[in-house]
């Protein structure tokens, strides 16, 4: 089942939090999107209709119309670069990391394994003292 708000869908998903949690917080969550986007832009090309597939993969479920500003906004930023690329009869942009995102991402990396193993102790107990 998904919901969709503002072209903005999320895929039910009992292990992460309600869809109105969801929807609630997507401004913050776009911020997860867009760090899921440079990942995978340091690796390999990609263009648009393939990272909507692989964002649903992770339970975001975005509209071409919300992911393609946020490919904008990362190019504009110079996190990305696109190129067009013939296929077949048409034509399609294909994104890739540049050397900034490069250097955000590892940024990025360093951030999210910090913070990742204090998320996971949180589950298992309560804070005492705060
Ligand atoms: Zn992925």
Same mark, same amino acid.
């Given at each position: ?8 869908? #999320? ?21 997860? #999107?867009?760090?899921?986007? $440079?990942? /995978?832009?340091?690796?390999? +090309?990609? @263009? &648009?209709?393939?990272? #909507?597939? +692989? ?11 919300? $992911?393609?500003?946020?490919? /904008? &906004?990362? +190019?504009?930023? &110079? @996190? ?12 399609? *942009? ?7 995102? *490069? !250097? ?13 193993? !204090? ?9 005492? &003292?705060?």
């Amino acid at each position: 089942m998904a919901l969709s708000v503002k072209g903005f869908n #999320i895929r039910i998903d009992k292990r992460a939090g309600t869809v109105m949690a969801k929807m609630k917080h997507q401004e913050l969550l776009k911020g997860l #999107i867009r760090l899921h986007i $440079l990942h /995978h832009a340091t690796v390999n +090309e990609f @263009y &648009g209709q393939w990272m #909507i597939h +692989e964002l649903a993969r992770h339970g975001y479920t975005l509209s071409a119309g919300t $992911l393609y500003p946020m490919l /904008h &906004g990362l +190019e504009r930023s &110079g @996190y990305l670069k696109s190129r067009t690329e013939r296929s077949g009869r048409t034509f399609r *942009r294909v994104y890739h990391a540049t050397a900034l995102g *490069r !250097e955000a991402n590892k940024l990025a990396k360093v951030q999210i394994r910090e913070l990742v193993p !204090e998320l996971r102790r949180s589950r298992s107990r309560a804070h005492a &003292g705060d």
